[in-house]
């Protein structure tokens, strides 16, 4: 893996912050603060050489964050690297690198300066004070709400937490693909980005991780920014949105919590189940809830179950989300599996044959986050490998995601376990040499189904069974025969083989 050039290595980087971020696992602006503005100048099968502009960077990442960036890294390369950070000082801004330029004897100073001042930052980032971090903050993030612009805002407030949204062309309608299990989310979800506080209000998505819930909710908002880039977006987690809600009623500040949010023209609450259930709490959230309804505000709401199953929460704003409109979104079914995984594909320029995308489809079913991983994966491993995406590479690259790549003596001892269970024997019973009707019955079926699910030979099963081959052949052979005579024998057996592939999966 030598010859990876700076081109391939960027794009490995890209992707794993992409993927950091995505799983939620750093938060934008850590991110942007600590890991982003890393090189990653080498990597080899075992180490990632990473360069960072000054030693407090290097500190922190390695404090922080190393740990992270290799198990990320093993996502999309496969194996899992060392972790070496360089400091290299020509990646300091420009000022600092012209009097370096100029003063070479100053060199020396001009670090122990420029580390300094690094410290001085970190300090103030790790006290939370609210003016150094918003200062940091305002550069990464200009779109940013502040508190500056609404100074009796609580003072603990994280401002990270709560942002003014801005177009951003990652989550839209075009990149959302439509099918059975969400096209009622999608078709409020349009109905809403075109009548923006008109029409239905509240808009409540529900349903699983990873099905689309927050793309949707920054769908609307992308879909009503373009029309009107003057649109105040606010974006909040759930989680956040209560904390905030709660400090505001400590410190008596209810008022301006509320006129903070009115503020906006587009309430975007996210994964809400974290809702509080004090009453306190609840209260204020009705008004603040009521303000923003009252003044035509859109508030759209996501959360991982319908409201009726937010326990905590009082009756009338559980009626006031169901005055709107409350849709879900479902597992994804086969075909919108398949349209999404070509439909990545694509969008990330990768030529995947059909045999892969079809086993994916069929294999990758719980959610979406999870179908987009394994196509970055596989993307990252070509670039990486200059092969061709192939069956060959899935089996190298993803065999967790493989039935089939379990050992295959695992599955020998889970099918004598569910075997053993059904015909209320032991696995040593069947391993033995007991002739009890029911335990030879019941070897007999635990032959058939190594034979069929592990397609072993018939040599191999006579060496885990302690039998010669042809002893192996007679006893399946019985069992074939029984299965065609006798259904209820067949029940039973097809029950065996649905749960060894069950828990397999
Ligand atoms: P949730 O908020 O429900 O947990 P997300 O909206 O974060 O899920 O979606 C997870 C990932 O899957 C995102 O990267 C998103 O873009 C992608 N995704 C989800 N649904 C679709 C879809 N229907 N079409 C294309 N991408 C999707
Ligand atoms: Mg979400």
Redesign the pocket.
């Known amino acids: 893996m030598s010859n990876l050039n700076s081109g391939d290595l960027a794009a490995i980087w890209q992707i794993t912050i992409k993927s950091m971020v ?1 799983e939620e696992l750093i938060s934008q602006t850590a991110c942007d603060l600590w890991v982003k503005e890393c090189r990653l100048d080498s990597l080899d099968s075992e180490t990632a050489v990473f360069a960072v502009e000054n030693e407090m960077k290097r500190n922190i990442i390695a404090d922080r964050y190393s740990e992270m960036l290799a198990s990320q890294i093993c996502k999309v390369i496969g194996y899992k690297p060392a972790i070496v950070i360089i400091t290299d000082l020509s990646m300091a801004p420009e000022i600092v690198r012209l009097s370096h330029a100029l003063y070479p004897t100053d060199i020396v100073r001009q670090r122990e300066e420029a580390s300094r001042d690094a410290a001085v930052d970190a300090a103030a980032l790790a006290e939370d004070d609210n003016t150094e971090m918003n200062a940091l903050i305002r550069e990464a993030y200009p779109g940013i709400v502040h508190d500056d612009e609404d100074r009796s805002a609580p003072a603990a407030e994280p401002v990270s937490s709560e942002r003014r949204l801005t177009y951003n062309e ?2 839209t309608f075009d ?5 059975n299990s ?1 096209q009622l989310a ?1 078709a409020a979800a349009l109905s809403v980005a075109d009548n923006v506080g008109m029409k239905i209000n509240p808009l409540f998505i529900y ?12 769908a609307i908002a992308n879909r009503a920014l373009k029309r009107d880039p003057n649109m105040k977006v606010i974006y909040v987690k759930g989680e956040e949105f209560m904390n905030q809600l709660i400090e505001a009623i400590r410190v008596k500040s209810n008022a301006a919590f509320r006129e903070k949010y009115r503020r906006a023209d587009m309430l975007l609450i ?2 809400i189940q974290f809702i509080a259930g004090k009453e306190s709490t609840q209260m204020e959230f009705f008004h603040t809830f009521d303000a923003l309804y009252e003044d035509h505000k859109q508030i759209i709401i ?1 959360s ?1 179950r319908p409201p009726k199953e937010l326990t905590t929460l009082e009756e009338r704003i559980r009626s006031r989300f169901e005055a709107g409109l409350i849709t879900d ?1 479902q597992p ?1 079914d086969y075909e ?1 599996r398949l ?2 995984l070509k ?2 594909a694509q969008h990330n320029h990768m030529d995947v044959p059909m045999d892969v995308i079809e086993f994916l489809a069929n294999n990758l079913q719980s ?3 999870q ?2 991983g394994v196509i970055k994966k596989l993307g990252a491993r070509n670039l990486l490998s200059g092969l061709p995406i192939s069956m060959d590479m899935v089996i190298t690259t993803l065999p967790e995601y493989l039935r089939d790549s379990e050992p295959v003596g695992d599955t020998v001892t889970r099918i004598l376990e569910i075997v053993a269970r059904r015909y209320k024997v032991t696995s040593q019973d069947i391993l033995g040499s007991s002739r009890k009707k029911e335990i030879k019955n019941a070897r007999n079926v635990a032959m058939y189904t190594v034979r069929v699910i592990t397609k072993m030979s018939l040599p191999q099963i006579g060496a885990i069974f302690s039998r010669d081959h042809s002893t192996v052949h007679s006893n399946i052979t019985m069992v074939e025969s029984a299965l065609t005579t006798d259904p209820l024998f067949e029940a039973t057996v097809t029950e065996i083989m649905k749960e060894v592939k069950r828990v397999g999966g």
């Open positions: 995505d990652d989550y990149n959302f693909v439509v099918g969400n999608h349903g699983p991780s990873g099905l689309g819930k927050t793309h949707l909710m920054y996210d994964d996501t991982d979104i994804p919108l349209a999404i439909n990545k959610n979406i986050r179908i987009e």
